[in-house]
């Protein structure tokens, strides 16, 4: 069983910045796949971003490319987004998640933690 617990949301203004931090149970933190994902109200949870337990690889959605940066430490066993230049439609709540290296979902989830970006 993994626990994750989201920090950093907040009230931003378009094009500002965010920094949002996903703190995960220490013990399984170095064999899992972390990502981050969103939801605006009204919507359907989207994809955001992910990493491998060791960094190696990384992946974006297409509408934070340029902007979101995911990265983590080991040894804190946290996951990061730095989120920059933000817009309104980054408005949403953001959740933390992780799965094991061969499965293709997301089986644990933070609370979430909700992010608005007033333009």
């Known amino acids: 069983q993994v626990q994750l617990v989201e920090s950093g949301g907040g009230l931003v203004q378009a094009g500002g910045s965010l920094n949002l931090s996903c703190v995960a149970s220490e013990r399984t933190f170095s064999n899992i796949v972390m990502g981050w994902f969103r939801q605006a109200p009204g919507k359907e949870r989207d994809f955001v971003a992910s990493?491998?337990?060791?960094?190696?690889?990384?992946a974006y959605a297409d509408s934070v490319k340029g902007r979101f940066t995911i990265s983590r430490d080991s040894a804190k066993s946290t996951v990061y987004l730095q989120m920059n230049s933000m817009k309104a439609e980054d408005t949403a709540m953001y959740y933390c998640?992780?799965?094991?290296?061969?499965?293709?979902?997301?089986?644990?989830w933070g609370p979430g933690t909700r992010v608005t970006v007033s333009s």
């Open positions: 998640a992780a799965r094991q290296p061969t499965a293709t979902k997301y089986a644990f």
């Open positions: 990493i491998t337990w060791n960094g190696r690889y990384i």
